[in-house]
C-alpha cells in the first residue's frame, strides 16, 4: 500500500500493482485481496494502490513503477451502479468505503484507471478486470448516458482484459510476461479479450450479423427445358447461365452451426459491429443472445465484433476451478481484516461479510435482470467440506470481535453447493440459459443433503453458536428436499428469511426467468409447517422487482392487489436496473425478446422506461404509503379501476389523503444494496428544512432555477 512497506519488505519495486476501486480489505469476498494472494503464492511482489486520487498520475505512481504490469479493477462492484441509483441519482454513501464516505472511485473507474496508469508510466501493460471490465467487454447498453457504448477495452486503451474470476489467467499473463513474452503475443488464454487488426489466417467465421436471414432456396426446374422428345434442351444448354441464378444460400449462425462439423478451436462467431448495435437497437438484441448462447465453457467459442477498424475478440469462457483449486484459493493467508493504515474507520461491506464464508462460485439460475452467470459461469464450482470447516475455524480463533455467530454460509446462491450436472457430456454440450426455468432440467442433481450435513457440522464445531444463512435462497430447488428445508428453518433462520418471487405475474415472470407462485406457495407451506414443529415465530420476507421489462401497469397493480391480500407493506423497494450485458437490459433496451430468436416481426416487450412511469411502479409496490395515493388514484383512473379506490378492505387505496399529509421533501440517496440496515446519522436526512419554494414574479421559472430546485431534491 506505500514505500514504507515496500522497504520493510526489502523491495525496491513491485511486479505487479493492482489498482482498485475498494478500501484495501485482506478478505477473500474482496477481488483484490484474492488476486494478490495468488499472485503472492507464485512468488510475484504484488503493490495494491486502494481509492487513488484519480485526478491526477500522481498517486499511480507511489509504489514506483512495476516489472510486468498494472492490474485495475473498479472493484467488487460496478462503479456506475455503486455511485447511482436506479433512478439515476448520485448516491451519498459508499459501503465499499471507510466510513462509509462517498466519491472515493471515479465514475466508470475501470477506463479512468487505466487512462491514469498508462499516463504514470508509459509502455507498462495495462490488465483489466472485475465485474465492470467483465459486463463491458463487448459493445454494451449504458443506461446512465441511454446510449450503447463501445466495449471498456477500446476505451481504456488496456492491453488484456480478464473476464469472469481471474485466478488461473492472471497467473498465467504474469508468468508469460516474466519470461519475456511481448503481451500483444498473448491471445491464446480463456476469459481473456483483446483488440486485433482482423481475424487470423486459418480461422472459421460464422456470420451472424445478419437478422431474418434466409433459409435454404430449394432448387426449381428450369422452366425452358421442356421434355425429352421437345427440342428445346439444346437451346438451353446455349444459355448455360439460365440456371446459374438458383443457388443455395447458407448462413451459419450459432444454433445451426452447432450440427456442423467445425473445429470450435479455430472457429469464431461475428457479432453485429459496434455501428451496427449502435443504431439498430434489433441488432443488439440479437447479439445478446448470441453471446448469453456461448457461456458454456464447454462449447463456447470465440466471439468477434468489429469496432471501425479493429477487432474485439473474445476467448471462450475459463474452464471452471476445480475443487482443489478452489481450496488453494481459499485457504491462502488471508488477514481477513482491513489495510491498518483505515485505523478504526468502518467499512459496511466488511462489517457484513466479516463472520461470513463463501462456499461456492457461480450460479445456474438464468435470472435475466442478474449477470453472475456472464462474470462467474453457470457450472457451479464448490469448495470441499474441509476447506470450509478450516475456515470457520480461522474466523473463531482469529477474527476480531468474532461472539460465535457465522453470518451466511453461502455464495451468489444459498443452496447451489454441489449441485452440478449429472452428466459431464450433457454439460458440456449444453446451451439452456437456465437449469432451472421454465423447469427443472432432468440432468441436474438437485439433491442438498451434502449441504445439510454441511451445516450440521458446523454447527458442531467448538465456539460456534449459531450459523445463519444470509445468501438468497432458490426455494424453487429447496423444495426438491424437503429435509433441507426443515434444517434451514430450525436452526438457520434469524426470525426472518429473505426469498425472492420478484413478481406474481406471469408475463414478467417470463421475462425473468423466474418459477411461478405455485412453486413459492409450496415453499411457503413448508417453511410454516416446519417453523410450527420446532416451536418457532419465524417469518418469509418476499422481495419484489418494479418496472422489470415485460411489466405492465396491470402487472404491477394485481402484484400490489396480491401483496395487500397478503398482508405485505414493503419498506425498501427495488426498481430494475439495467445493469450492462444482463438479458434483461437487452429487453430494456430493444424492446424485443433476446430469450427467443430475434427478427424484425418478434414479439414486442412491454417496457417502462421514464422517470414517472417507474416511479408508478414502485409506487404499486408501497400502495400502503401516502405520498403514493395521488399518483396511484390517478393511475387507477386512467386504467379504468376506479373500484379499487375508496375506504373498504378491497380497495387498494383511500380516496382522499390523511389530514397529517404533507408533500415528501427531497432527500439523500443512500446506497442500500448492501442488505445492512440504515446508518445513522445518514438515513434520508431532509436537505431542505422550512425552505418554502419561492416563485419568481408573475410566476416565471426559468430553466435555471428549475435546475438548482432538481439538484437541491437529489443532494
Known sequence: MNREEMDSLGWDSCDIIIVTGDAYVDHPSFGMAVVGRVLEAQGFRVGIIAQPDWRSKDAFQTLGEPNLFFGVAAGNMDSMINRYTADRKLRHDDAYSPNDEGGKRPDRAVVVYSQRCKEAYKGVPVIVGSIEASLRRIAHYDYWSDKVRRSVLMDSKADILVYGNAERAIVDIAHRLASGEDVHQIKDLRGTAFVRKRVPDGWTVIDSTRIDAPGKIET???????????????CAKDNPTADSDVQTVTIIDPLSARKSKLDSATTVIRLPSYETVKNGPIYYAHASRVLHLETNPGNARALVQRHGEREVWLNPPPIPL??????????????????????????????????????????????????????????????????????????????????????????????????????????????????????????????????????????????????????????????ETPEYVRELVTHHVGGYLKIAPEHTEGGPLSKMMKPGMGTYDRFKKMFEKYSLEAGKKQYLIP??????????????????????????????????????????????????????????????????????????????????????????????????????????????????????????????????????????????????????????????KTRKNRAQRAQTRIK
Not at 425429352?228 to 439444346?234: F, I, Q, V
Not at 394485481?558 to 397478503?566: Q, T
Not at 427467443?596 to 414486442?604: I, L
Open 220 to 234: 426449381h426446374k428450369n422452366p425452358y427445358i421442356v421434355s425429352e422428345s421437345g427440342g428445346s434442351e439444346d
Open 322 to 479: 476445480t475443487t482443489e483449486e478452489m481450496d488453494a484459493v481459499f485457504d491462502l493467508p488471508y488477514q481477513r481484516v482491513p489495510h491498518p493504515s483505515y485505523g478504526d474507520a468502518k467499512i459496511p461491506a466488511f462489517d457484513m461479510i466479516r463472520f461470513s464464508v463463501n462456499i461456492m462460485r457461480g450460479c445456474f439460475g438464468g435470472c435475466t435482470f442478474c449477470s453472475i452467470t456472464e462474470h462467474e459461469g453457470r457450472i457451479i464450482q464448490s469448495r470441499s467440506k474441509e476447506s470450509i470447516l478450516r475456515e470457520v475455524e480461522n474466523i473463531r480463533d482469529k477474527t476480531p470481535g468474532f461472539t460465535g455467530v457465522i453470518s451466511d454460509l453461502g455464495g451468489p446462491t444459498a443452496n447451489m453447493w454441489r449441485l452440478n450436472c449429472k452428466s459431464k457430456t450433457i454439460e458440456q454440450n449444453c446451451r439452456r440459459l437456465s437449469c432451472v426455468y421454465p423447469n427443472i432440467c432432468k440432468s441436474l442433481d438437485t439433491d442438498q443433503m451434502p449441504l445439510v450435513d454441511l451445516y450440521r457440522e458446523t454447527r458442531e464445531l467448538p465456539g460456534i453458536k449459531k450459523v445463519l444463512i444470509a445468501s438468497g435462497l432458490r426455494y424453487d430447488l429447496a423444495v
Open 543 to 700: 422481495y419484489f422487482i418494479a418496472a422489470h421489462p415485460g411489466t405492465t401497469d396491470e402487472d404491477m397493480m394485481n402484484l400490489a392487489l396480491w401483496l395487500k391480500s397478503n398482508d405485505f407493506r414493503a419498506d425498501q423497494v427495488q426498481a430494475f436496473y439495467p445493469s450492462p450485458m444482463a438479458t434483461a437490459t437487452a429487453m430494456y433496451y430493444s424492446e424485443k425478446n433476446p430469450l427467443k430468436k430475434v427478427g424484425r416481426n418478434s414479439d414486442t416487450v412491454v417496457t417502462p422506461k421514464g422517470l414517472k412511469h417507474r416511479r408508478l411502479h414502485k409506487a404499486f409496490l408501497r400502495y400502503h404509503d401516502a405520498d403514493n395515493w395521488p399518483m396511484l388514484r390517478e393511475a387507477l383512473n386512467k386504467m379504468g379501476r376506479s373500484d379499487l379506490i375508496g375506504q373498504g378492505k378491497k380497495h387498494l387505496v383511500p380516496s382522499r389523503q390523511p389530514r397529517s399529509w404533507q408533500p415528501p421533501q427531497g432527500q439523500k440517496m443512500l446506497t442500500q444494496h448492501t442488505g445492512l440496515p440504515p446508518r445513522a446519522g445518514n438515513g434520508g436526512t431532509k436537505v431542505r428544512e422550512n425552505s418554502p419554494r419561492k416563485k419568481l414574479a408573475g410566476g416565471a
